[in-house]
């Protein structure tokens, strides 16, 4: 088990200096001057010459990635030319934002893909697996900005005034300013904190403010909503076809022929087993969820790390768009790593081979 | 059930005529597997439309993409759709006057001097219907060639790499593992951002970011094929490395191939309609589904229709091929074969 996830880790190692090499390759390939970029109209030949040397623009290629490697592994992102502010920094405002959504489209997917899944599963070619079927085709199709601004239309304009009716974008309503809760604490400020504070759920539950709370969920729930539906249909599809493929093995045939009861035979039996192809979509699906995420938070107009990359690439924001990139691409193949490593305690039968 | 009735497996095969093998071919047996599927049915149907719109798009539609009504029919752009149903050459059916008044009544009024545009005038008075149509060929046209530039690609590093083994073989993979661990459209953005905006550039990103999808697939389809003993035939009779990839691993690997590229083209059409929507698409007057929501986005609450019906074509394209690749998989994988 041990040596397993220790290869596994290993593994993982030259794709990591991969990525480290191709966020750079990324960086230097966006096309413009990042002196001109930065600089604008006060980007004099002197300017850019203190400006280039300044951040090591000079440098031979090869020194420059062996100066962003050592700084990487400093913790050193480097500066946002348009946001005035490092790129640490920028991600512990905009990282939140992102975790938040991407961790309640999850939640939505997994919530309602998996028991629509076992439902349609378990009542193989009834109509409530048909519906399922269609559902999950037409759910796959849909794009996210498609889905999205058909959710603001009918969320925020034609329910208008009903109960029913959901805020169309931003993360809280304007004017509604919640107090980091460190300073509500009276704890003295450090970056994980203020990370922390800024993942608005979790922040309104520590300085205990319920509107604040209810607030943040209404501007999330069409945002997460929009982002799930894909892995959503994914899981549920997945569910579906892995349950039918276990029902039909002889130990469930054991099972219903010892007598028990339909539920008990797909709950304790099936089901496990079921399961497992399901967490490998599940982990899969997370990429889907940051690439949709740049959609999402644009529609929705969220500052999250999807919108701030997009403006970093076409505003021409080197550090920004190596640094996001990077962790983003760092987080993903972490996330690959936890599911190999779930996937090997829930199933014996790979630790083995 | 009554189990005496149920002859032994000798019996019967002795009782059967012998089934009548008629070698019918992989492709036509999974095609007629795959139609027997009702979804695929539909997809197939659906595609059938889209590429019919596509060809004909010319023929069809009553104006041209790129034509601006504004001086001609004297309408404000974003008028809303204008239906008339009683056309001169139908006779006047009660049921249609009847359907026209409710259309009237819902919001697709117009007098019958109007000139007809059935999903109404875009931001630059241009004719959303004709548009829709030329759309077809520029989503369809664009995602088949991402596809097949990355399928061709990919193939080719699949079995390369599979086949010599060895080092070529880590190198490559880790390199599509490098590739893979970058979210497809965060890849795709910063590559078109480096080579400048325009549908060409759109495409060879879409395509770039699927090669290791494929790459994988052909890879370890090689990986089993090479270990077979019609292989290792062919290696002790001395027939050279490259036909032994053209004639002998290529063609035992096709199948996954295929299911793949086609689930692919709907991932590829989302993707590029993605891509449009973040402006790094074609030019604006190219009538492309997800330029075209883009443009006016901001005019949801004002005119939905023109943002829902390219969102809405957009759809029709992705779920016609996901169904068919869902058909062909099905029939292709003998695994799920009942």
Not at chain 1, 214 to 242: E, F, G, K, N, Y
Not at chain 1, 309 to 333: E, K, M
Not at chain 2, 99 to 125: I, R, V, Y
Not at chain 2, 269 to 276: H, I, K, T, Y
Request: hydrophobic share 50%; with cysteine.
């Amino acid at each position: 088990m041990l040596r397993f996830i220790a290869r596994r880790l290993v593994s993982a190692i030259p794709v990591l200096f991969g990525i480290l090499l191709a966020t750079f390759v990324i960086g230097r390939l966006i096309p413009g001057d990042p002196c001109q970029a930065a600089l604008q109209e006060r980007a004099t030949a002197e300017a850019c010459a203190e400006f280039n040397a300044a951040y090591g623009f000079d440098d031979p290629i090869v020194t420059q990635f062996f100066g962003y490697v050592s700084d990487v592994f400093h913790g050193d992102l480097g500066n946002s030319v348009q946001e005035r502010q490092s790129v640490t920094d920028l991600l512990i405002d905009r990282l939140p934002v992102t975790l938040q959504l991407s961790a309640a489209a999850l939640l939505i997917a997994v919530v309602v893909g998996v028991p629509l899944g076992v439902l349609a599963g378990s009542r193989h070619n009834s109509k409530t697996d048909v519906a399922t079927i269609v559902g999950a085709n037409l759910g796959v199709s849909i794009p996210v900005f498609v889905l999205g601004l058909i959710l603001q239309y009918v969320f925020a304009l034609q329910l208008d005034g009903t109960p029913l009716e959901l805020p169309a974008s931003g993360q809280l309503t304007p004017g509604v300013i919640p107090d980091p809760f460190y300073e509500v604490w009276g704890l003295s400020h450090n970056s994980l904190f203020e990370f922390i504070a800024n993942i608005d759920l979790v922040n309104a539950v520590l300085i205990w403010r319920w509107d604040i709370f209810v607030d943040a969920l209404q501007h999330l729930i069409l945002p997460a909503v929009a982002l799930a539906t894909i892995p959503m249909a994914i899981i549920a599809r997945m569910t579906r076809s892995s349950l039918v493929d276990v029902l039909g093995l002889d130990y469930v045939r054991t099972a219903r022929a010892k007598g028990l009861r339909e539920r008990v035979v797909i709950a304790r039996h099936a089901l496990r087993n079921s399961l497992l192809p399901v967490v490998t979509v599940i982990g899969l699906s997370l990429g889907t969820l940051v690439g949709g995420a740049i959609l999402t938070e644009t529609i929705f107009n969220l500052t999250g790390v999807g919108k701030t990359l997009f403006d970093a690439i076409t505003g021409r924001d080197y550090f920004v768009v190596q640094g996001f990139t990077l962790v983003v691409a760092v987080g993903f193949v972490v996330i690959n790593l936890i599911t190999d490593i779930v996937y090997t305690f829930l199933d014996p039968k790979v630790r083995v081979s | 059930m009554a189990i005496e009735e149920i002859p032994l497996a000798e019996e019967r095969a002795a009782e059967a005529p012998p089934p009548e093998r008629r070698q019918r071919g992989l492709w036509r047996d999974a095609l007629r597997q795959t139609f027997r599927k009702r979804s695929a049915v539909v997809g197939a149907a659906v595609f059938g439309v889209l590429l019919f719109i596509a060809l004909f798009a010319p023929l069809l539609a009553p104006y041209g993409e790129r034509e601006v009504l504004i001086e001609s029919e004297g309408l404000a752009p974003r008028t809303e759709p204008c239906i008339h149903l009683s056309v001169n050459w139908i006779p006047d059916v009660p049921v249609l006057s009847t359907l026209e008044s409710f259309l009237e009544s819902n919001g697709f009024s117009c007098s019958p001097s109007e000139p007809q545009h059935l999903m109404g005038l875009d931001g630059n008075a241009r004719d959303v219907f004709s548009r829709i149509l030329y759309g077809a060929r520029v989503s369809l046209g664009a995602s088949v060639a991402a596809v097949s530039f990355a399928v061709v690609l990919g193939a080719a590093i699949g079995l390369i790499s599979g086949f010599i083994g060895g080092r070529v073989d880590n190198g490559m993979m880790r390199t599509m593992d490098v590739l893979l661990a970058f979210p497809a459209l965060l890849l795709a953005i910063a590559i078109v951002t480096a080579r400048g905006p325009g549908l060409f550039n759109a495409v060879l990103a879409v395509s770039v970011v699927t090669i290791p999808v494929y790459a994988r697939v052909i890879r370890s389809r090689v990986l089993s094929v090479r270990e077979q003993d019609f292989v290792s035939a062919d290696r002790a009779l001395g027939v050279s490395r490259p036909r032994i990839l053209s004639h002998r691993v290529l063609p035992n690997s096709l199948t996954p191939l295929v299911v793949v590229a086609t689930l692919g083209i709907a991932t590829a059409v989302l993707e590029l309609a993605a891509l449009s929507f973040v402006g790094l698409g074609g030019d604006p007057d190219t009538a492309e589904w997800g330029r075209m929501l883009a443009l006016e986005r901001n005019q949801l609450f004002t005119s939905p229709h023109l943002v829902l019906y390219p969102g809405l074509m957009i759809m029709l394209n992705v779920l016609a091929f996901n169904l068919i690749g869902d058909g062909l998989r099905d029939a292709l994988d003998p695994r799920l074969n009942k």
